[in-house]
C-alpha cells in the first residue's frame, strides 16, 4: 500500500537511516548538502541565526571575540541553558513550570537558613535541592491528577514561594554561605634593572565548595554543558525522553499505549524544579549574596522560556530539544553582551533583545519550514 | 430470537435469549474470553448496558452497531484502559480483570484503537516498539538499530511495505498508519487482538491489505480477534461470527455464515424507526404543567 502513493518522506532528502529502501536525491553541492545536513537538526535554525549574530558583532565590535568578553557572556548564558534544559522537559509535554522563578529565589534562602541551623554546607544544598523537588512533584501532581492546568498551578507556586522567600529572608540580603573570599598575602620576586626584589601580594581565594558549586570561573558552564548534554541523551536515546514526546505529541495515544502519563509528567516537573534550584544555589554561590529580590527570577524565568522556545522547542508540546535551548541561551547571551558592547544605550537594550528575539523566532520558523521540507531528522 | 450459539457447536447457553431480545451470556470450553453482563456508565450516559459476548480460539469476532453503540467502550474495557462498572470477564477460563493496558497486554490482548493511539513525532520504529522498547544492558540507553532492524523484518513478514521506517509516522498516509497501528499489535506474543475500526480513513485497495493480514493471522490459528467494523460487506468477508450491539447491549450474536447483510440491515433500520418514533414522541410530548 505505501508504494502505491509516494510518500512525503521520499521526496526529502537521504538522511540517516539504514534501512536500504530510502530515496536517494540527486546528488547536491557541498554547500547545499552542509545547509542542508544543518538546517535538517531541529537546532538548525538558531545555530545558523546565532552565527550570523555572532559574526555581525565580531565584525562590528573589536572587543567582542575576546576571552575577556567570553567570561562575561557565561554568568549570563549558563544558568538560562540549565533553567531551559528542565523547562524543554516541561515544554515538550505541552506544559510550562513558570515556578522555576520562585525555586531560584527559593532554595538559596533555604540553603543559607539550613547552614546557619548548623546542618554543613553540602547537606544544606541537598535539603534545599530536595525542597525543590518536592515543589515539583506538587506541581506535577496538579498537572497530572488534578487536571489543573499548568500555567495557573506554576504561576500560583510562583507567587507562593516567591512570598515565601520574602518571608523567610525577611527581604534582606545576605552573604552565600561557603561563597565568602579570602585575601592571602604572598610574596613574589621580582627582577627591576638586574637587582631582585620581593612584593608582597594580595590573591583572593575562593573555597572548594565555591569552586565547585558555581564559583569557579568555568564552574557554571562546565555543569551547563554537562547536565544539557546528559539530558539530551536522556530525551532522545531514553525510554523517559520517548515518553516525554510521546506525551507531549498524544496524551490520549500514549496512555492507550501503556505509557504512565502521570508518573511522567510528575518526573518532568520535579526535574524542571530541581535545575532551578541548582541555578538559584549556583548564582547565589557566584555573585557571593543572596538577594530575595523577585524582580531578577521573573525576568530570567521568561528568558529561559524564550530561550527554549529560540531553541526549536513548541510551546504546544511534542518536540522538542535540550541542546537547542543551550544555543537559544547562548544566542541571548551573545545579543545582550553585543549590543551593550556596541553601546547600544541601557534604555534600548531591553527593546532591541524583544526586536531581536521575534526576527530570530521568524527565522526559526522560516528555517524550520525549510527542515520540514527537507526531511528533518525525527 | 436467536440463541447465539456457533453452528455446528456445542455450545450450551446457560442463559439463553432473553424477553428483550437481549444476548445472554454463554458457556463455551473452548472460549479464550468471555464477558458476562459488562455495564459501564459515564456520569448520566449509560455506554454499556449488558454486555455477554465470547470469544473462541482463532477466531474472528465482528463487532456491528451504530456510533455510540458502546463498540469502543467495550474495546477499552477489554484492554484494561477502563474498568466496567459491574460484570464479570473471563480470560482462559480465569477471572480476568486487567489493572491497565500493560497488564492486560502482559496478559496477552493487543489492541489497534480507533484514535490509533500512534504518536506523530515519533517514527515508524518507535511507535511499532512503544512499550516494548528494546534497550542496551546495563545502561537502558534505547537500541534503535535493533528496533529498526526488528521493525523492518516484521513490516517484511506481515507484508507492510513502508519506504521509511524511521520518519515520523505524520509523514505517513491515513493507511500507512493503520497499516502501523495494526502491525504492532500483530509484532507481539499476544493472542487476543482487538481492532477498533482497522480499515476507518482507509481507501479500498490498503483496507484490502489489512483484510488479507487479517485472514492471514486468521489461517494461521494463533490468535483470536474482536474486530469493530462499519461495512457489512467486509464482515462477511472477514469474520467467522458476528455480534451487534445496540443501545448498550449484543441484540444478535451468530455465525456469519447463518445470517446475513439483509438480516443486519433490518435489525439496525428498524432499531433506527424505533428511535425515531421515540424521539418524536418526546418532542411532542407536552410540558409538564408547573408545581
Same mark, same amino acid.
Given at each position: ?37 544543518? $538546517? ?141 573570599? $579570602? ?54 536515546? $531514553? %525510554? ?48 557571593? $549574596? ?81 527542515? %520540514? ?6 | ?61 465482528? #463487532? ?9 467502550? #467495550? ?65 537502558? #540507553? ?74 492471514? #493471522? ?74
Amino acid at each position: 500500500m505505501a508504494s502505491a502513493a509516494q510518500s512525503p518522506a521520499e521526496s526529502g532528502s537521504a538522511g540517516a537511516g539504514g534501512t536500504g529502501r530510502e530515496h536517494h536525491s540527486v546528488k547536491l553541492p557541498a554547500w547545499r548538502e552542509l545547509l542542508n545536513r544543518v $538546517t535538517a537538526l531541529r537546532e538548525g535554525s538558531i545555530i545558523v541565526v546565532t552565527i550570523v549574530v555572532a559574526v555581525y558583532f565580531s565584525i562590528n565590535t573589536s572587543s567582542f571575540l575576546t576571552g575577556a568578553n567570553f567570561k562575561t557572556l557565561l554568568p549570563y548564558f549558563a544558568p538560562l541553558a540549565l533553567l531551559g534544559a528542565g523547562e524543554v522537559f516541561v515544554m515538550i509535554l505541552g506544559e510550562i513550570d513558570l515556578s522555576i522563578g520562585a525555586m531560584y529565589l527559593f532554595a538559596p534562602i533555604v540553603f543559607y537558613k539550613l547552614d546557619q541551623a548548623g546542618l554543613g554546607l553540602v547537606a544544606s544544598m541537598i535539603i534545599a535541592l530536595l525542597i525543590c523537588m518536592v515543589v515539583g512533584l506538587i506541581n506535577g501532581a496538579f498537572v497530572a491528577i488534578l487536571g489543573v492546568n499548568s500555567f495557573v498551578t506554576t504561576l500560583g507556586m510562583l507567587f507562593s514561594f516567591e512570598g515565601l522567600s520574602l518571608i523567610l529572608s525577611h527581604g534582606t540580603p545576605v552573604a552565600t554561605p561557603g561563597a565568602q573570599v $579570602t585575601q592571602t598575602e604572598v610574596k613574589v620576586h621580582h627582577i627591576v634593572n638586574g637587582h631582585s626584589i620581593v612584593l608582597g601580594e594580595k590573591v583572593n581565594h575562593i573555597g572548594t565548595f565555591a569552586k565547585i558549586f558555581g564559583g569557579g570561573v568555568y564552574s557554571e558552564l562546565i555543569w551547563a554543558v554537562a547536565i544539557v548534554l546528559l539530558l539530551q541523551v536522556v530525551l532522545t536515546f $531514553t %525510554r523517559w525522553g520517548l515518553y516525554t514526546v510521546a506525551i507531549g505529541s498524544n496524551k490520549l495515544g500514549a496512555a492507550e499505549a501503556g505509557v504512565k502519563v502521570k508518573l511522567v509528567i510528575i518526573r518532568n516537573f520535579v526535574l524542571c524544579a530541581l535545575l532551578a534550584g541548582v541555578v538559584g544555589v549556583f548564582e547565589a554561590v557566584r555573585s557571593q $549574596t543572596i538577594q530575595p529580590d523577585p524582580s531578577g527570577p521573573n525576568e530570567l524565568l521568561l528568558i529561559a522560556i524564550a530561550g527554549a522556545v529560540i531553541g526549536g522547542t513548541l510551546l504546544s508540546g511534542g518536540s522538542g530539544t535540550v541542546v537547542g535551548a543551550l544555543i537559544g541561551a547562548l544566542f541571548l547571551g551573545i545579543l545582550k553582551d553585543g549590543l551593550i558592547l556596541q553601546g547600544v544605550n541601557a534604555n534600548y537594550l531591553l527593546f532591541y533583545t524583544g526586536l531581536a528575539i521575534i526576527v530570530a523566532m521568524t527565522a526559526n520558523v522560516y528555517v524550520g519550514r525549510v527542515r %520540514r521540507g527537507h526531511g528533518g531528522r525525527e | 430470537m436467536w440463541d447465539g450459539c456457533e453452528g455446528g457447536t456445542a455450545d450450551v447457553s446457560d442463559e439463553p435469549t432473553t424477553d428483550t431480545g437481549v444476548v445472554g451470556p454463554h458457556s463455551a470450553p473452548e472460549d479464550v474470553l468471555r464477558l458476562e453482563h459488562i455495564a459501564k456508565r459515564f456520569g448520566p450516559v449509560t455506554a454499556l448496558k449488558d454486555v455477554n459476548l465470547h470469544l473462541k480460539k482463532g477466531e474472528v469476532l465482528g #463487532l456491528l452497531g451504530d456510533n455510540g453503540a458502546g463498540k469502543s467502550t #467495550l474495546i477499552k474495557i477489554l484492554c484494561g484502559f477502563q474498568k466496567q462498572d459491574s460484570g464479570t470477564m473471563t480470560l482462559h477460563g480465569k477471572p480476568f480483570e486487567p489493572k491497565s493496558v500493560d497488564d492486560a497486554r502482559a496478559q496477552g490482548i493487543e489492541t489497534v484503537y480507533q484514535d490509533l493511539a500512534l504518536i506523530d513525532e515519533l517514527s515508524v520504529y518507535h511507535n511499532l516498539f512503544l512499550r516494548k522498547e528494546r534497550v542496551h544492558r546495563p545502561i537502558p #540507553l534505547l537500541a534503535n538499530r535493533q528496533m529498526k532492524r526488528e521493525a523492518r523484518e516484521a513490516l517484511d513478514e506481515i507484508g507492510i511495505n513502508i519506504p521509511r521506517i524511521d520518519v515520523s509516522v505524520a509523514r505517513l498516509s491515513g493507511g500507512q498508519r493503520q497499516a502501523i497501528a495494526v502491525a504492532r499489535t500483530v509484532n507481539s506474543d499476544a493472542d487476543i487482538i482487538l481492532l477498533d475500526e482497522p480499515l476507518a480513513a482507509m481507501g479500498a485497495k490498503e483496507g484490502a491489505q489489512i483484510l488479507d493480514l487479517v485472514a492471514r #493471522l486468521k489461517a494461521e490459528g494463533r490468535v483470536s480477534i474482536i474486530m469493530i467494523l462499519h461495512n457489512y460487506v467486509q464482515v462477511f468477508e472477514a469474520c467467522d461470527r458476528v455480534s451487534l450491539i445496540q443501545d448498550g447491549a449484543v441484540v444478535l450474536d451468530k455465525p456469519t455464515a447463518e445470517t446475513s447483510v439483509e438480516e443486519l440491515t433490518d435489525i439496525v433500520v428498524t432499531e433506527y424507526r424505533r428511535a425515531r418514533e421515540e424521539a418524536h414522541l418526546h418532542d411532542a410530548a407536552p410540558p409538564a404543567p408547573p408545581a
